[in-house]
């Protein structure tokens, strides 16, 4: 019966305040969270009201009226006052959007209620004067001498039937108590359904992005893992690559570059000192010492090229592998900054999944 009398026509979701009566100026919220608030219609007395139950009771029961007017104060909030209740109402809502939807509703229900009042006044003055003539028009007497006391005693018993003014007053009521706890148990259905599935929604939406995220932690987990040996490695060749292949050969193992160079300047000095010696003039040289000579200054050169070519190129790998060694540090240290920023993600969703668990009915 009540779900045919009265309807929700539009519900939003919003936070509701109501204006301090002592001050009339500070704005007291209705609760922590925010609430469903809906347009009822009844149809059998051809009324709109605004909504909203919180807990076990009605937050707001307004009845809108022509009078009525729902201002915006700010992009997301509105207030309309209520003579009968002698309050006023404000509701914060989530968007701009949606404050925009409720106010244009608003209109349209207090453009109804205005027809509404209207027809209702024209119904009244073509009534009233009927039931006027009617009692005036069907006197007691004539009824009695025309039809006798059996017809006067059904007049009687079917005036005595018909409800007066007093008793429809009182029956109407009755019917707008009854309706007001029930429209009240309808709207808390409705409110917790739409919770319920809110929440059901955002469990779901959140467990799926729980598996993706453990899903990406565990690959970078894996890359931060491959990076690490992959720096290991080539710190290993690095210091490898720093002995040079020449270390090998003789007893002058453990030369460090400063040696070798020092090394390529005495070779040096020494050839031009047998470069002098072979120059110069000599008494009664003999042949055979300066083809020794000569082959030794050859010999001194080629070993002076090759200990040249080998520092060359024992640098060029030096360098290889130090700015090797400076990629692979890079590329750890953006890993770790990765995994950081993961796993400073997953401890707010899992935060977040806590607080969801805890609001949860």
């Known amino acids: 019966m009540s779900t045919a009398r009265e309807q929700p026509i539009f519900s939003t979701r ?24 809906s347009y009822f219609y009844d149809a059998t007395r051809n009324v709109y009201r605004i909504i909203s139950i919180g807990g076990a009771k009605a937050i707001i029961n307004s ?29 914060g809502f989530a968007s701009e959007q949606h404050l925009t939807q409720f ?27 009927a039931l006027g003539l009617a009692s005036h028009q069907v006197p007691p007497s004539p009824l009695v001498s025309a039809n006798g006391p059996g017809e006067e005693k059904l ?18 009521k009755m019917l707008s108590e009854g309706s007001v706890g029930e429209v009240q148990w309808e709207a808390e259905f409705f409110a917790l359904q739409d919770s319920n599935n809110k929440l059901a ?20 987990r894996a890359e931060a893992e491959r990076l690490r040996q992959r720096v290991a490695e080539l710190e290993a ?14 007893p002058g193992q453990g030369q460090s570059l400063e040696q070798l160079e020092a090394l390529v300047q005495t070779k040096d000095q020494e050839i031009q000192t047998l470069k002098s010696q072979t120059g110069g003039p000599r008494e009664a040289p003999e042949a055979a010492e300066r083809e020794e000579t000569q082959q030794k200054v050859q010999d001194l050169e080629t070993r002076n090229a090759e200990l040249e070519h080998q520092l060359r190129a024992t ?47």
Request: charge should be neutral; charged fraction near 30%; hydrophobic fraction near 35%.
């Open 14 to 37: 919003a936070h509701v305040f109501q204006i301090d009566p002592a001050t009339k100026r500070n704005w007291i919220p209705a609760g922590k969270h925010a609430l469903t608030v």
């Open 63 to 91: 009845t809108v009226t022509p009078n009525m007017t729902f201002t915006k104060t700010s992009q997301k909030f509105g207030q309309w006052a209520d003579s009968r209740a002698n309050t006023v109402y404000g509701l």
């Open 103 to 129: 106010a244009e509703k608003f209109q349209e229900v207090k453009e109804a209620a205005r027809l509404a009042r209207e027809k209702s006044q024209d119904g009244g003055e073509l009534t009233s004067p």
């Open 155 to 172: 007049f009687r018993s079917q005036s005595a039937d018909a409800p007066g003014p007093t008793e429809r007053e009182r029956l109407k």
């Open 201 to 220: 929604g955002a469990l779901r939406e959140a467990n799926a992005a729980a598996a993706q995220w453990r899903q990406q932690l565990e690959a970078q």
């Open 237 to 250: 060749q690095a210091a490898s690559e720093v002995t040079p292949a020449s270390e090998k050969e003789g």
């Open 315 to 361: 640098e060029r790998s030096l360098e290889e592998a130090r700015a090797e060694r400076e990629r692979a540090r890079a590329e750890v240290g953006r890993a770790a900054q990765l995994l950081d920023v993961r796993l400073f993600e997953l401890s707010e969703l899992r935060e977040g999944l806590a607080r969801l668990a805890e609001a949860a009915p």
